[in-house]
């Protein structure tokens, strides 16, 4: 099957979300090592208080993709330099993490096991009810004594991360270069619109949509903004480069690697694409999987939490169903 036939059968179960209505808008991406590549918008990029039409130039607030398109890639940098050493404690660049009591769990959590969410830290916590004040959200998230539970994926791990770069860099996260062709924020008349907010009192288009990250003004687990074409730059460079980025290919769990997922039954990327395929979804709609064996990768991004959250959009099954038509044969 040509690249061009792999693509058409990936966006169908797209059109039929929007046509149903189950999202108000979407942009397909697929690259290959050969530098193929195909991108499509369809639908709407907001819907109240106006409507706006999605392009192939629209900008989304990613998420979660944030941990691996930003946080990973330099956390595994700073230990590349040997700045970090990913099997010692956070302690070693957060000495006051848990300090008042130093036989506390926590400070034996190190590096690695942020990364492959291998530790006992509840999957969220709303930080954002507890102020905005960003210096002293950071202090809550380090004093508060967390109740151990099963290792679960969490914003925990990566907010913690992203302290860590704060602390190792001396400067706030949005003082960061978020990468080439992504940012922080988003010029509304060019961004995906995601909520109407029920603490912010407005829907948001081209701010953050995660509340924790809004509160804190920037954070490890969330925030960055980019286009198709700047996700698919990303995902181009590692597939050609076979030397680049062992770490995020090797597996520290059933699901995990370092920082992204792996295959497992039921994952977000199909059940078609190799073994060696790495992936990571975010919360506003967005994804991206790369597929080092079959040497292709795809980028799914929608707005389907606008204009609430509260509304089954179907995203769980249309991540799949893209993938699986992308990589059958």
């Not at 907001?46 to 890639?73: C, G, H, I, N, Y």
């Not at 905005?132 to 913690?160: C, I, M």
């Not at 909520?195 to 949509?209: A, I, K, P, Q, S």
Request: aromatic share 10%; hydrophobic share 40%; charged share 20%.
């Amino acid at each position: 099957m040509s690249f061009a036939e792999q693509f058409e059968r990936g966006f169908a179960p797209l059109a039929a979300s929007i046509e149903t209505g189950r999202i108000p808008g979407g942009v397909l991406g697929v690259v290959d090592a050969q530098g193929n590549r195909a991108v499509r918008a369809m639908g709407a990029a907001q819907l109240v208080p106006e409507r706006r039409p999605m392009t192939e130039e629209t900008w989304f607030d990613l998420a979660s993709l944030t941990k691996v398109l930003f946080t990973t890639e330099r956390i595994l940098a700073r230990a590349a330099e040997g700045r970090i050493d990913l099997d010692a404690p956070l302690i070693s660049v957060l000495p006051d993490f848990r300090q008042y009591n130093p036989d506390n769990w926590e400070r034996r959590i190190t590096f690695r096991q942020c990364l492959g969410h291998q530790t006992p830290f509840p999957a969220v916590f709303p930080l954002y009810t507890y102020g905005r004040d960003p210096d002293l959200l950071r202090t809550f998230l380090l004093q508060h004594e967390w109740k151990a539970g099963p290792s679960v994926y969490s914003d925990l791990n990566f907010l913690l991360l992203g302290l860590v770069l704060e602390r190792i860099e001396g400067r706030t996260i949005r003082a960061f270069d978020p990468g080439p062709g992504f940012a922080w924020a988003a010029d509304p008349a060019q961004a995906a619109a995601t909520e109407d907010c029920t603490w912010r009192h407005r829907v948001l288009v081209g701010e953050v949509h995660d509340d924790n990250c809004s509160a804190l003004e920037g954070a490890g687990h969330a925030g960055l903004f980019g286009t198709a074409d700047a996700i698919l730059d990303f995902a181009a460079a590692r597939l050609g480069d076979s030397d680049a980025g062992a770490l995020i290919r090797t597996p520290l769990s059933a699901r995990r690697t370092h920082g992204w997922e792996r295959p497992y039954e039921g994952w977000s990327g199909g059940e078609h694409c190799s073994d060696s395929t790495i992936g990571h979804t975010g919360f506003t709609g967005t994804g991206l999987w790369i597929d080092f064996a079959r040497g292709h990768a795809w980028t799914l991004l929608t707005n389907r939490v606008h204009p609430t959250r509260h509304f089954d959009s179907g995203i769980v099954a249309l991540r799949r169903a893209v993938g699986d038509l992308i990589n059958s044969k």
